[in-house]
T-cell receptor, first 110, second 112 residues
Framework: KQEVTQIPAALSVPEGENLVLNCSFT??????LQWFRQDPGKGLTSLLL?????REQTSGRLNASLDKSSGRSTLYIAASQPGDSATYLC?????????FGTGTSLTVIP | EAGVAQSPRYKIIEKRQSVAFWCNPI?????LYWYQQILGQGPKLLIQ????????DSQLPKDRFSAERLKGVDSTLKIQPAKLEDSAVYLC??????????FGSGTRLTVV
């Protein structure tokens, strides 16, 4: 059974710092990996989707990488802002089955 | 494209009452999911539909939860009777194979 782990569980950084969130998975036979952002009490907003044949995806200040062979993905956030404060979740999928990580709670301090 | 629509956004009920949530997925998305997310935890899959058939309902508490997907499009999730521990955000998502999830904004349920 696929297991997805995110480290760290919580992270607090001063505004302007660059930061990296980590996601690891045990079964490399995945179709894609997706990063989400979730604000308290709200739904999940998709940030980036990386297909299994891709190595990375970029959107604005966000860059996500995927290394299937090692079962790892990273989400890089450049020049962090207080508005980036949220919980970040990764999910891996195969055959329309999705497995979520445990999430990283990010706080960006003004 | 329109997103995944969910209603209501919020619901407060007393324990032992019943409640229903509605979800309209993105047009053309064959797969629909209901998740329960308790505060501070990751989403937990309750049920997955492929068109109007159930793919996975292994974590659905079937003594009190039920779900259906009418004609393979809209879906409803019902809780009867509700317990205090059912207080959570209920998330609906849909997907097209290989293209990732799209989530609705969720329904926050409070059972008092």
């Amino acid at each position: 059974k696929q297991e997805v782990t995110q480290i760290p569980a919580a992270l607090s950084v001063p505004e302007g710092e660059n930061l990296v969130l980590n996601c690891s998975f045990t079964d490399s036979a995945i179709y894609n990996l997706q990063w989400f952002r979730q604000d308290p009490g709200k739904g999940l907003t998709s940030l980036l989707l990386i297909q299994s044949s891709q190595r990375e995806q970029t959107s604005g200040r966000l860059n996500a990488s995927l290394d299937k062979s090692s079962g790892r993905s990273t989400l890089y956030i450049a020049a962090s802002q207080p508005g980036d404060s949220a919980t970040y979740l990764c999910a891996v999928s195969r055959l329309n089955q999705f497995y979520f990580g445990t999430g990283t709670s990010l706080t960006v301090i003004p | 494209e329109a997103g995944v629509a969910q209603s209501p956004r919020y619901k407060i009920i007393e324990k032992r009452q019943s409640v229903a949530f509605w979800c309209n997925p993105i047009s053309g998305h064959a797969t629909l999911y209901w998740y329960q997310q308790i505060l501070g935890q990751g989403p937990k899959l309750l049920i997955q539909f492929q068109n109007n058939g159930v793919v996975d309902d292994s974590q659905l508490p079937k003594d009190r939860f039920s779900a259906e997907r009418l004609k393979g499009v809209d879906s409803t999730l019902k809780i009867q009777p509700a317990k205090l521990e059912d207080s959570a955000v209920y998330l609906c998502a849909s997907s097209l194979e290989g293209y990732g999830y799209t989530f609705g904004s969720g329904t926050r349920l409070t059972v008092v």
